[in-house]
């Protein structure tokens, strides 16, 4: 049973438009989220992280957004650039389990 | 420069052969994982080590064995015994355990 979903596999978006991609979860006891980028055959690099006390985390053209009860999470990229394409991995954090879960990863192109 | 660094970039294992996977860290993390990607799927928790000498099982850590002898090293062996082990192996490590975790650029291995 997946805990962390990211239900889009891919979103296409226009240069200098906004991109938004969701994350869904359904462990009311994850306390901590972080967006990772991922470009192929790369590792991939941390973008942003919220705690479960917050409803925004913002840093520069990046925004997560913390909905706790409705188990959502999402990255929001402003303005997005062709740089941005790559795929997006969110992840989430079971302290008392010592776990960190990551969703599926959603695949973002941003076309010039 | 600091970071991760995983060896070989490209791996071939033959049947019934063991591989060795090479992870090593100049973070002074503490914190060490391996994780596993599979084509169109999230990351998967094989093993991971919050302190030298001690490792604990992830999800999926049939047919891998790892150690930790060393702060900057966790070394990941893909035994006889895991009988699907193409895919693409992500070592991580982090300061704190759980929070922010630091990826390599991964090691891509297939079965001949």
């Known amino acids: 049973d997946q805990q962390v979903k990211q239900n889009s596999p891919s979103l296409s978006v226009q240069e200098g438009r906004i991109s938004i991609l969701n994350c869904d979860y359904t462990?009311?006891?994850?306390?901590?989220f972080l967006w990772y980028k991922k470009y192929p055959a790369e590792g991939p690099t941390f973008l942003i992280s919220?705690?479960?006390?917050?409803d925004k985390n913002e840093d520069g053209r990046f925004t997560v957004f913390l909905n706790k009860s409705a188990k959502h999470l999402s990255l929001h990229i402003v303005p997005s650039q062709p740089g941005d394409s790559a795929v997006y991995f969110c992840?989430?954090?079971?302290?008392?389990?010592?776990?960190?879960?990551f969703g599926g990863g959603t695949r973002l192109m941003v076309k010039p | 420069d600091g970071g991760i660094t995983q060896s070989p970039k490209y791996l071939f294992r033959k049947e019934g052969q063991n591989v060795t996977l090479s992870c090593e860290q100049n973070?002074?993390?503490?914190?060490m994982y391996w994780y596993r990607q599979d084509p169109g799927q999230g990351l998967r928790l094989i093993y991971y080590?919050?302190?030298?000498?001690?490792?604990q099982k992830g999800d999926i850590a049939e047919g891998y064995s790892v150690s930790r002898e060393k702060k900057e090293s966790f070394p990941l062996t893909v035994t006889s015994a895991q009988k699907n082990p193409t895919a693409f192996y992500l070592c991580?490590?982090?300061?704190?355990?759980?929070?922010?975790?630091?990826f390599g650029s991964g090691t891509q291995l297939s079965v001949l």
């Open positions: 991580a490590s982090s300061d704190r355990p759980w929070e922010k975790l630091f």
């Open positions: 973070l002074n993390h503490d914190a």
């Open positions: 992840a989430a954090r079971e302290w008392s389990l010592n776990m960190l879960t």
């Open positions: 919220i705690s479960s006390i917050k």
């Open positions: 080590s919050q302190i030298v000498n001690d490792f």
């Open positions: 462990n009311s006891m994850f306390d901590y």
